[in-house]
T-cell receptor, first 114, second 115 residues
């Protein structure tokens, strides 16, 4: 089973629509969770961290369900500029504070059309 | 806003040649990483580096790869004898010490093309 799995999409939505997608992770010891955004041929950029209680940042809402080991991202009032690939990222710390790595999902592609 | 920088932006090399990819992490960060992304595939962890030593490496990071922090600012990835399958985008990232959420900040990447 892959460490992080995402629905690849693509999700093709009109401007102003709401779009939501999930990600599942396999390692129950995972400790930190993030959504990164990646534009074509660019570096991943942190969109938001995901906290157990769920959190919101403007039009973006992230949820974490540790029992079911999934993370979700919801985008409200989609803008053309939201078109990107959204990467689900899980951080697993093993042992010391220095010994951890990020595991990336393959990404969910979102295209917002005018 | 401070950022991670990488040079060169694009490197073309012949199979079997050595390449060195360079990164300048954010100045007060102490944790450094290399990732790669083959075209159309996911971002993959290669190696993490802290306190002048490797703290973790993936199965991809074999004996052909090495990392170094030769001075107080640069962080390099060397591939000794490149193969065609090393063609990918290589991202450097850094993270400050003590961040409980372990956010990592990525550089713009070096596109490596092995011919």
């Amino acid at each position: 089973r892959k460490e992080v799995e995402q629905d690849p999409g693509p999700f093709n939505v009109p401007e102003g629509a709401t779009v939501a997608f999930n990600c599942t992770y396999s390692n129950s010891a995972s400790q930190s969770f993030f959504w990164y955004r990646q534009d074509c041929r660019k570096e991943p950029k942190l969109l938001m961290s995901v906290y157990s209680s769920g959190n919101e940042d403007g039009r973006f809402t992230a949820q974490l369900n540790r029992a079911s080991q999934y993370i979700s991202l919801l985008i409200r009032d989609s803008k053309l500029s939201d078109s990107a690939t959204y990467l689900c990222v899980v951080n697993l710390r093993r042992g010391t504070a220095n010994d951890y790595k990020l595991s990336f999902g393959a990404g969910t592609t979102v295209t917002v059309r005018a | 806003e401070p950022e991670v920088t990488q040079t060169p932006s694009h490197q073309v090399t012949q199979m079997g040649q050595e390449v060195i990819l360079r990164c300048v992490p954010i100045s007060n960060h102490l944790y450094f990483y290399w990732y790669r992304q083959i075209l159309g595939q996911k971002v993959e962890f290669l190696v993490s580096f802290y306190n002048n030593e490797i703290s973790e490496k993936s199965e991809i990071f074999d004996d052909q790869f090495s990392v170094e922090r030769p001075d107080g600012s640069n962080f390099t990835l060397k591939i000794r004898s490149t193969k065609l399958e090393d063609s990918a985008m290589y991202f450097c990232a850094s993270s400050p010490e003590g961040q409980t959420t372990y956010e990592q900040y990525f550089g713009p990447g070096t596109r490596l093309t092995v011919t």
